[in-house]
Every structure is written in C-alpha cells, then in structure tokens.
C-alpha cells in the first residue's frame, strides 16, 4: 500500500477528524531523459554559482526571492514552514456548499483521505455527514509550500480532498482577445446541432477512453528498441464540407448509425468533418 503524502487534522466545528492524504492519479506519461544524440549518454544537469562559475553542494543549496532591485532575500526551510501557521497540520472546514454547484474550471488535484490514528468515528461521522448532505466542504490547506482552497466530498465510500484554484487565479473569458462570430447561427442550425448532440448522448464511462497517444508512443519505442527502422506517415487531413448546414447533415447522417451503439465510429472521418465545421463557425 502506498504511504500517505502527509498526515494532519480535518476540522468543523468542534469536531477533530484525524487524516492521512493519499494521491488518487497516478502519474502515467512517457518520461524521457535528455542524452547526448551522437553516444547516447546520459546528459548531467549541475549547480553552477552565476558569480564564482562553481558548482555549488546541494547542501548550500537556499531559497531566494528575488525583489524588484535584483537582490535576494533568502528564507530557511524553517522560516517557510513558520508562514503556514496552524495550516501546516490541520484543514479547517469553513463553509459547506452544494457539491454539484463547484463549477469544475475551480478543480485542480484528487486526494483521497483516510482515518489516521484513532480517528474512525469521527472520520465514519464527517463522511456519512457529507454523503447524507451532498454537500463539500471547503477549508485550505498548506501542502508544498502552497496554500490551496480545498473540497472535502464523499467519494466511492471514502473522503476525497480536491485542490481547487482560486477566483484569482482563473482567468476570465471576456479579457481573452477572442475572434467573435461572424454571424448568428440560424434556428435550424441550432436545431441540428442540438439533434447531433441528443443522438451522441452516452452515459459517462471514464472507462470507455484510453490513452491512445501513449500507446502507440509505447509501441514505437518497442518497436525502436528491436532495431525496426520506422517509416513516419503524416496524419490524414481533415474532410472539408462545403459550409456549416452541409457539415450538419452530413454529421446527422451519422450520427444516427453510431447511436446505436459503435460508439468507437465517434472518431472516424465524420467525427473530424464536425470538428473542422465546428472550428470554422
């Protein structure tokens, strides 16, 4: 079993809810080193002092902030940890809201949360609290030097943590310089995408979608590593329609044999005719 990341207390109220925070995502991206392209050695990243040109020991290693004139104002691991106050061991709940009302732009990680020492009762308790209410909580929490605005919500018969961003930190669309459309879709332009969205409606099954660009990276290093000389195919171009109604129709068409049931079709040339007309209006 994987050790927990950090061990603290969950708060509301009264009520101490000790927790250990365990990661809910595994990390499972392709990760390459950089190497020397003619020998293939390993490329070595080193410390090197900007004034005296040395490598500098981990050990003599600090943290600096740098100010507006250029210089430095170095802080100690303890001195950092002292910023946190009581935040560094506990999460305290300040507010419950609706669950479904976090609109999910505000989500960033998913933690899971088990009872630490002796805390059963009062973990059984805050749970069965939230999943009666479907309500979340909401508290900060201080984790790698961070603070992060927190949900605390029932999941799959255990407490899940999701760090959330703040308001501050999401960027709002009306200060993007976005192209606006050139014109209105028509009522049956509406109509027709709404009718293509209907016929493409699926229960949601996370399940049902794989990492396919991983994969095939996976299986050309396979493929690499055997000694097999690999021949690159530019991908397809995308179908182009002739305007956006003749994109629908077409997009309706098909949309009616995949509802009954080849939902894999979804990523054929049909899917990609929508995509270039959805991107041209």
Not at 134 to 141: E, F, Q
Not at 169 to 190: F, G
Request: glycine share 8%.
């Amino acid at each position: 079993m994987a050790r927990s990341i950090w061990n603290g207390t969950v708060t509301f109220g009264l009520i101490a809810v000790p927790i250990k925070v365990n990661s809910a995502v595994e990390d499972r991206s392709v990760h390459f080193h950089q190497v020397h392209e003619s020998d293939g050695a390993r490329i070595k990243q080193k410390r090197i002092c900007s004034k005296e040109g040395k490598e500098v020991p981990y050990k003599e290693v600090a943290k600096g902030y740098e100010l507006s004139s250029g210089e430095y104002v170095l802080l100690s691991p303890d001195e950092i940890a002292a910023a946190a106050g009581e935040s560094s061991h506990r999460i305290a709940l300040e507010e419950f809201v609706c669950a479904p009302e976090i609109d999910p732009v505000f989500y960033d990680r998913t933690y899971y949360l088990a009872a630490g020492e002796d805390g059963e009762d009062a973990y059984r308790l805050l749970h069965d609290a939230l999943a009666t209410s479907s309500r979340a909580g909401l508290g900060r929490w201080v984790f790698h030097n961070r603070e992060y605005l927190v949900a605390v919500r029932s999941l799959d018969g255990v407490m899940a943590l999701h760090t959330m961003r703040f308001a501050d930190e999401l960027v709002k669309a009306r200060d993007l310089d976005l192209p606006k459309p050139s014109r209105v879709p028509s009522r049956r332009e509406i109509d027709m995408a709404a009718a293509l969205v209907e016929s493409m409606h699926a229960p949601f099954r996370p399940t049902a979608f794989k990492d396919t660009y991983r994969a095939r990276l996976l299986e050309l290093i396979e493929r690499k590593a055997k000694g097999e000389e690999i021949e690159h195919e530019p991908p397809p171009e995308p179908e182009e329609m002739p305007d956006l109604l003749a994109a629908l129709e077409a997009s309706l068409g098909g949309g009616k044999s995949t509802s009954k049931g080849k939902t894999g079709s979804r990523s054929g040339s049909k899917g990609r005719s929508r995509s270039k007309a959805a991107s041209r209006s």
